[in-house]
C-alpha cells in the first residue's frame, strides 16, 4: 500500500548555534528501508517544510522521523526522534498529527493513504483462510421458515 507523508513544519526545536540562537533543521524519514530527506530550513527553530513523499509501506510498520541540525563542520546535530504506528493512517482520509519529539519540540506531518484500510486488509486475509464452502452448504430450503443455515438458529426478527 502507498501511503504519502507531508511534512508540514516542526516549532520549539533545540538550539544548536548557540552564537545566533537557532539551527539548520532537516528531517529524514524512514520506513522499512526506505528513506527521504527535507530541505534544510536555514537559521531557523520553527521551520516550515511542506514537503510530501511516498512510501511503499505495510499496515503495523512503523515511520521513524528524525531531526538533525546541518552543520558544515563535523556531524549533523540530532534535535529529536519519533516513531509513529502506520495501523493508525485510514483510506482516503488526510489525518493531521503534531508528533512530539524525544528531545524537544514537535513536527507537524499530514499522512495520506489511497490504498486499502489495514482493517480491511487483516479481514481479507481472515476470509481467505476460511475453507471454502459451497452456496449449497451454506443454505438449505426449509418449508417453514424459508432458508435456514446448517447449525444457526435464526432469532426472532430473522424468521419476520
Known amino acids: 500500500m502507498k501511503v504519502e507523508v507531508r511534512i508540514i513544519e516542526a516549532k520549539d526545536l533545540r538550539v544548536t548555534d548557540y552564537f545566533a540562537g537557532t539551527s539548520d533543521p532537516y528531517i529524514k524519514l524512514s520506513v522499512n ?84 484500510l489495514p482493517n480491511v486488509i487483516l479481514i481479507e486475509q481472515l476470509n481467505s483462510l476460511r475453507p471454502e464452502i459451497s452456496q449449497q452448504q451454506i443454505t438449505r430450503r426449509s418449508p417453514l421458515i424459508g432458508y435456514k443455515s446448517f447449525g444457526y438458529t435464526p432469532s426472532f426478527n430473522e424468521l419476520m
Open 33 to 116: 528501508g526506505q528513506m527521504h530527506k527535507t530541505a534544510i530550513a536555514r537559521r531557523t527553530c520553527d521551520p516550515k517544510f511542506n514537503q510530501s513523499f511516498t512510501f511503499d509501506v505495510i499496515p503495523g510498520q512503523q515511520i521513524t522521523f528524525e531531526v538533525f541540525s546541518f552543520d558544515t563542520v563535523g556531524r549533523d546535530d540530532p534535535l529529536g526522534s519519533v516513531q509513529h504506528s502506520l495501523s493508525y493512517f485510514y483510506q482516503g482520509q488526510v489525518n493531521d498529527l503534531w508528533l512530539p519529539l524525544s528531545k524537544k519540540g514537535q513536527i507537524h506531518i499530514q499522512v495520506f493513504s489511497p490504498g486499502v
